[in-house]
């Protein structure tokens, strides 16, 4: 059943990323600062951090763990694009650009799960 959950919850985060990615960017990858995927990592890390927050004070089951955090927000997020991204403006000659996205992705990334999951600690705790 788990991974049912994962599977159904990697459905969603895979829509969910690919509507937010056609909102942004209308489509078309945009190698100049790529929006979409900089936005649904930056959420992601976000709302993970908050979801293991509650988590910490919350019990759910194994399916429901596995559906919201690896199936849904596992799917949600992207690695493998984000870094192809900064591989593909580097190579385009814009290392600048690659190297502002690789930081601001990963600093910014790592902050909001900490808020997050600070966020989530406060709302959860008894």
Known sequence: ???VAVALGGALGALTRW???ESLQGGAPDLR????TFTVNLLGALLLGLLYGVLQHVEVSAGARAFMTVGVLGAFT???TFSFEAVAM?????LARAALYLGTSVLTGVLLA????QA???IAAP
Do not use: D, K, R, Y
């Open 1 to 3: 059943m788990t991974a």
């Open 19 to 21: 509507w937010v990615s």
């Open 33 to 36: 600062f790529p929006w979409g």
């Open 78 to 80: 992207t690695f493998s």
């Open 90 to 94: 580097a190579h385009g000659g814009a």
């Open 114 to 117: 900490w808020l997050g999951f």
């Open 120 to 122: 989530g600690q406060s």
